[in-house]
């Protein structure tokens, strides 16, 4: 592990602008545990190496400690903290994470919050989800239908993540809403798979299709069962897609087997 300097410049990151990719490579590096956590981050020396202001480095460490990544004091300095202190829900924190050295251990993660949460909110969203939530959850299956239907494989992702979106905040429960962000972030790394074919995409959205169905129907159990085997099942092509990930913990079922 290396010391609190930095040792390289950020890599461009489409759709951010300096500021932006100065807080995108520290948080990359940071996650990657470059930094020893006991010696002080120098602004100096992000600066230099980055070839930015002392203002973009202090925008982009006040982003990183809203984060939870480091801490600031009078007379100590900005450190790196554990990870037990990072915000771990955060989209940014969790796609570096994914694509890191924590990668494994962050895609078992986000499938037991998956598996913790999504069955919930269909049992709930079968109770309590006004029409305009089923409305939202009928729009996105169409679109993962038609994106399926022309084989335009980003379009359904993007699709897909409104699907599971509109599923968490159907029920009207701000929390389980807030998390949506998080799960989306999960949702959005299957484009990096190998890409399933019309029979996998056809049957995956028909899934979805009778979840909404049975939403509409108020059956909660049905809604909960469902909800649970999507999850599971995309767990599986995560593994599958992943070899790895079996031998780090994550069963066939995305939970942790130790």
């Known amino acids: 592990m290396e010391t609190g300097r930095v040792t390289r410049k ?32 120098v602004p100096e020396e992000i600066g230099q190496s980055f070839d930015v202001s002392r203002t973009v480095v202090r925008e982009s460490l006040r982003v990183l400690e809203a984060k939870g990544l480091v801490s600031a004091r009078p007379n100590v300095g900005t450190r790196v903290r554990p990870v037990s202190d990072w915000n771990l829900l955060d989209p940014d924190v969790i796609d570096w994470r994914a694509h890191g050295p924590q990668r494994q ?38 679109a993962m239908r038609e994106a399926a239907e022309r084989r ?46 019309s029979a996998a995409l056809a049957e995956e959205v028909d899934r979805h299709g009778r979840l909404v169905e049975v939403i509409a129907d108020a059956d909660q159990e049905a809604a909960e069962r469902i909800a649970r085997d999507l999850v599971e099942h995309e767990a599986v092509g995560a593994v599958q897609e992943w070899p790895l990930a079996a031998a780090n913990g994550i069963s066939a079922h995305g939970t942790a087997t130790g």
């Open 10 to 41: 950020p890599t461009a990151h489409r759709g951010r602008g300096l500021h932006g990719q100065v807080v995108q490579q520290l948080g990359q590096m940071i996650v990657a545990g470059e930094f020893d956590g006991r010696q002080p981050l």
């Open 105 to 142: 251990e962050q895609m078992r993660e986000l499938q037991e919050l998956r598996l913790a949460i999504e069955p919930l909110a269909a049992r709930l969203a079968s109770l309590r989800a006004p029409e305009e939530a089923r409305t939202q959850l009928s729009t996105a299956l169409r």
């Open 152 to 197: 335009d494989y980003p379009l359904y992702i993007r699709a897909h993540v409104d699907f599971h979106r509109a599923l968490l905040s159907a029920p009207g429960n701000r929390m389980l809403q807030h998390l949506a962000g998080s799960v989306a972030v999960a949702l959005q790394m299957r484009d990096e798979y190998p890409r399933p074919d």
